[in-house]
């Protein structure tokens, strides 16, 4: 069974840094890529960055390429988000997710079956 908790969200200055786990206390994490998403009030969801089982690959969306760092480690069974020179349009509730398929990469186009609760990250101006 799949358990997946987020942490480490909360309110930040413009310019400033949070990080966010995304910790799971089910099935063998380290067997699949997991990625991260974020929706903001009114807007659809939105991929924002992905990591392979290995780590080997990561992608990330074009928005917050140069600021966001996705990582894993796999002996704790978690993936972290570090995200840096945050902006008020980074204001959104993100979610973790887990690929249904052990041959996924992390990438956007992956299938996503399993998904966490989400954190609130709210970024002032």
């Known amino acids: 069974q799949v358990q997946l908790v987020e942490s480490g969200g909360g309110l930040v200055q413009t310019g400033g840094s949070l990080r966010l786990s995304c910790a799971d206390s089910g099935r063998t994490f380290s067997s699949y890529a997991v990625g991260w998403f974020r929706q903001a009030p009114g807007k659809e969801r939105e991929f924002v960055a992905g990591i392979s089982r290995t780590a080997r690959s990561t992608y990330y969306a074009d928005s917050v390429k140069g600021r966001f760092t996705i990582s894993r480690d796999n002996a704790k069974n978690t993936v972290y988000l570090q995200m840096n020179s945050l902006k008020p349009e980074d204001t959104a509730v993100y979610y973790c997710?887990?690929?249904?398929?052990?041959?996924?990469?992390?990438?956007?186009?992956?299938?996503?079956?399993?998904w966490g609760q989400g954190t609130q990250v709210t970024v002032a101006s």
């Open positions: 997710a887990v690929a249904g398929s052990p041959f996924a990469f992390g990438s956007p186009k992956d299938s996503y079956d399993y």
